[in-house]
């Protein structure tokens, strides 16, 4: 994330989406081509399960963890560094607290702040881009030029600047993360917006006199959903490391929360000898970016209107 972020290209993502209508209810047979390519697709697959088990914690959490307690300021001295074990199958930190129970704890919060800011990201992003693809002139020019000055800083060093002006916590870091994530999905929506207005089915809406607000929004929004939902898919895993970053250096959430990026930076001065207190928080980091990048790369396949059964 310090460089930036993995997007596909706005030109080929119109490229590639636009040759049909890219809605999933227009797609025929979208849950058969699922399951058949999640079946030939084993890695999507254990992408999947891990997804699911992610929710799973960041729902069920409080229940799942053997200690929920410990991820608040609970201090269990008698039990500080203790290596894993049956009893701790993650061992415990410095403060005697369950590493498991934390990293299950965690995930609530990594899947909350990815939700948010994909999620706003989106609602910011998507109708800018397609205002801009489908009107062009003066104000497809005003909206990509702020566009571009937004794109013009690497995502986490927007985002580091902006927590260092308003201050460390994870309101703030999440808050610095839409601000510097909507400018990808604005692209992204412009390009597919462009090609969309073209289209013989928005001239007939046209000639049909529906106001141009309905046909951007009833029309050309929704037939770019395809590569929106691909995008959105990455970009959760890539949020989640983004404010695990953020943690790791001191801008994002503060202690005690049993953040997984604040884990690992509590966790570093200890790997030498208690590895098990950062290795399993940045186990659960890898793990579950990996999963949403192969789901995306799977939504991608089956999004795409050339690959037809």
Known sequence: PGLGRPTYPADLMAATFTQLPTTVSERPGFLRRAATAIRQDWLALV????????????????????????????????????????????????????????????????????????????????????????????????????????????????????????????????????????????????????????????????????????IIFRHIVPNSIGPIVVQATIDIGTVILAAGGLAFIGLGARPPAPDWGLMVAEGRQFILDQWWIATFPGLAIFFTVLAFNLVGDLLLRLLDPRQED
């Not at 999620?119 to 020019?141: K, N």
């Not at 999440?174 to 692209?187: D, H, K, Q």
């Open 47 to 214: 992408g999947l399960i891990v997804i699911v088990i992610v929710l799973a914690m960041a729902v069920f959490g409080p229940w799942l963890a053997p200690a929920p307690g410990d991820g608040s300021g609970l201090i269990n001295v008698d039990e500080r560094m203790q290596a894993p074990s049956a009893e701790h199958l993650f061992g415990t930190d410095w403060l005697g607290r369950d590493v498991l129970s934390r990293v299950i704890l965690g995930a609530r919060i990594a899947v909350q702040v990815s939700v948010i800011v994909v999620g706003l990201a989106i609602l910011i992003g998507v109708p800018l881009g397609a205002i801009a693809g489908y009107y062009r002139g003066w104000l497809d020019e005003l909206i990509m030029r702020i566009t571009d000055l937004f794109l013009a800083f690497p995502p986490l060093l927007l985002a580091m600047a902006i927590v260092a002006a308003l201050g460390p916590g994870l309101q703030n870091a999440t808050l610095a993360l839409v601000v510097s994530w909507w400018p990808w999905y604005t692209r992204i929506a412009r390009g597919l917006a462009v090609s969309l207005r073209e289209w013989p089915f928005v001239d007939a809406a046209r000639a049909m006199g529906i106001r141009e607000t309905t």
